[in-house]
């Protein structure tokens, strides 16, 4: 039986305490105070009922006591259960050896790693069984300072954070008593490595942005993850657009809340919208029960739409009719349904030109480009080259269980000088496969499977679709579209490229590009 004394820092009180349990013939199996909670904590064996409410009402008359009660622990039984479970529960292994390094205490994670049991390693000289660090020297060291150490036990290797455990003595001054070591293994060490990065790939920090060009559209991004319009993003395949749409979705009031993907490209009109807005009963051949689309499983959080370019005129009016208030319906059913969702595009077509040509809804672009983000291809950023490559090789590296390659400077020049015409996915891929197949600690340029490039002749795509005239005008429209937020005019435009008026005029005519379709 335990009793907790509320009481007045008074002296003589504590032994008033105790002459009321010999009163009563009780052995005293421990009494604890606590000055800082005006508390005495007292342990004696159980009593019958009777007994038990004369004992409490004698503690109550002694003068100085506000009140007592009964408790569960003493506070030493506590802090040493407290302590009990924090060593079962830790899934790390932890070992507290005295001034000669023997074993004092050892919780079971570390008995496990070890594979030994409790009594064949209790008490033994932990020293005997440790290579690559001597507990024995630095515990005689002058200075014990703490050390973080790649350790080898039983075979098993480990990083150990080795920390000295220092006690006041009589005088206050703190002496060395022994050491705590904390050992984490290889595969705990990749479980920690596997959720950080983990945590990271739905935020800006994955997006490499040394260069002004990266730099500009993350500050942008940022603040556009925080209000509610559609974003559209542009650029070419293998730029990152779906990472960035990620990083927006998980900057915004809506993270933890669902993010579901379709790729416009790769469904028939039917089937992607079904997928996006579901069906009711008896919709198809063989279906009695109706299913939910993706805009009603977000319901709260983002739905990402990949090359909304390719999306057919039915599905584009459904969306439009969605982006207004966010209901539609369902195919084949007439109820309406209604949800909260935040749409963001992307597109490596040319919307503007598509609609000119009537490919694309005029509407539907308006309302998409409002919050637009240009992504740069990554032969523009090469300031972001080497920092995207170290990137790869340092997660590969992790994955493969070796120590990240260092690249040559021939390797470097190269990468920063060649096109990429797969933009970062390329270059992933490329590191990749270089990685997997490295005997040595450097990745030269010989190491990389790459299409034949170089300055005199440049880099044509081995996939190169469609004429010249076409591949001309693609060009024309990108280096007009890119100049005219700077020469916001065709004269201006035109005094900028020498050609008249006139020919810019008609140019900029014929590939849609005005102050609506451009951000100036």
Known sequence: MRLEIQCQNRLGLAQEVLNVLVSYELDLRGIEVDRSLSRIFVSFPSVNFEKFQELMAKMRRISGVEDVKTTAFMPSEREHNELSTLLRTLPDGLIAIDLKANVTVINDAALEVLEVSRDAIAGQSLQSMVKGFNFQRWLEADEVLAQTRRLEIHGKRFVADVLPVMVPDDTGAEILAGAVINLKSESRLGQHMVVFKKGDQESFNTLQAHSNLMRKVVREAKKMSQLDAPILIMGETGTGKELLAKACHAASSRTGKPFLALNCASLPDNVAESELFGYGANAFPGTSESKKGIFEQANGGTVFLDEVGEMSHQLQTKLIRFLQDGSFRRVADENEVKVDVRVICTTQKDL???????????????????????????????????????????????????????????????????????????????????????????????????????????????????????????????????????????????????????????????????RKSVKI
Not at 424 to 442: K, S
Not at 444 to 465: I, K, T, V
Request: hydrophobic share 40%.
């Open 352 to 514: 503007p030109h598509m609609v000119q040509e009537g490919k694309f809804r005029e509407d539907l672009y308006y309302r998409l480009n409002v919050l637009t983000l240009a992504l740069p291809a990554l032969r523009e950023r090469k300031q972001d080259v080497i920092s995207l490559a170290e990137f790869f090789l340092a997660r590969f590296a992790n994955r493969l269980g070796r120590k990240a390659p260092k690249l040559t400077d021939n390797c470097a020049s190269f990468l920063q000088s060649y096109p990429w015409p797969g933009n970062v996915r390329q270059l992933e891929n490329a590191l990749y496969r270089a990685i997997t197949l490295l005997d040595g600690a450097e990745l030269d340029r010989e190491h990389l499977q790459l299409p034949s490039y170089n300055n005199d002749f440049g880099y044509l795509e081995q996939d190169f679709d469609g004429t010249l005239d076409e591949a001309v005008k693609r060009f024309e429209a990108n280096l007009l579209r890119k100049l005219f937020p700077a020469y916001p005019s065709s004269r201006q435009l035109a005094k900028k490229l020498g050609l008249s008026h006139t020919a810019v005029a008609n140019k900029l005519r014929d590939y849609g590009i005005n």
